[in-house]
């Protein structure tokens, strides 16, 4: 069975440190990974993907994240957090090797950046 | 460009009665998705749509759900009767091609069964 792990319910950083919020996966074959972001009362906005190629991958508002296949991780990074990052993170992969469109996701962790 | 949109954005009912949820994907997206999330659990993939067609609808939880995608333009999502564990956040999204591509989510639709 697919499954989506995101470890931390609640991560809490300081304005202008580094932040991390944590995915792992086990789901077969190599498949597509994503983050989202859900701010209050607002859908889920595309923040980054990872489809193939380098490790690291960039995306909005400064976002990053780095794919390493031998853990089955996709860990969302950002190397200064803002206030307006308080959000609620989701990380979602698509097995795609199975024929699947759909994206299966972890609980989501909130992220909080206190000022 | 119009994002996706979902009507209504809340829904109160009595188990038992009948709801009808809408999705109305971007323009030009031929692939739609339907996805519940029950509180504090993860997001749940419930179908697909291509167009009008039915691709996928694995994660569809029972007969009481029935979702459909007239002319390949905007999507319901019926439940009837409604149970008390139907509660959750629905969410739809869109995309323009399948795999691979992101997907555009919606408001999502905040369901209480009482």
């Known amino acids: 069975a697919q499954s989506v792990a995101q470890p931390e319910d609640q991560v809490n950083v300081a304005e202008g440190n580094p932040l991390t919020v944590k995915c792992t996966y086990s789901?077969?074959?190599?498949?597509?990974l994503f983050w989202y972001v859900q701010y209050p009362n607002r859908g889920l906005q595309f923040l980054l993907k990872y489809i193939t190629g380098d490790n690291l991958v960039k995306g909005s508002y400064g976002f990053e994240a780095e794919f390493n296949k031998s853990q089955t991780s996709f860990h969302l990074k950002k190397p200064s957090a803002l206030v307006s990052d308080s959000a609620l993170y989701f990380c979602a992969v698509n097995p795609w090797e199975t024929g699947a469109n759909n994206l299966f996701f972890g609980t989501g962790t909130r992220l909080t950046v206190i000022p | 460009e119009a994002g996706v949109t979902q009507f209504p954005s809340h829904s109160v009912i009595e188990k038992g009665q009948t709801v009808t949820l809408r999705c109305d994907p971007i323009?030009?997206?031929?692939?739609l998705y339907w996805y519940r999330r029950v509180m504090g659990k993860e997001i749940k993939f419930l179908l697909h749509?291509?167009?009008?067609?039915?691709?996928?609808e694995s994660g569809m939880p029972n007969n009481r759900f029935l979702a459909e995608r007239t002319g390949g333009t905007y999507s319901t999502l019926k439940v009837q009767p409604a149970e008390l564990e139907d509660s959750g956040v629905y969410f739809c999204?869109?995309?323009?091609?399948?795999?691979?591509?992101?997907?555009?989510f919606g408001p999502g639709t905040r369901l209480t069964v009482t």
């Open positions: 749509f291509v167009k009008e067609s039915k691709q996928d």
């Open positions: 789901v077969s074959g190599n498949p597509y």
């Open positions: 999204a869109s995309s323009q091609a399948d795999r691979g591509t992101e997907q555009y």
């Open positions: 323009s030009g997206h031929d692939n």
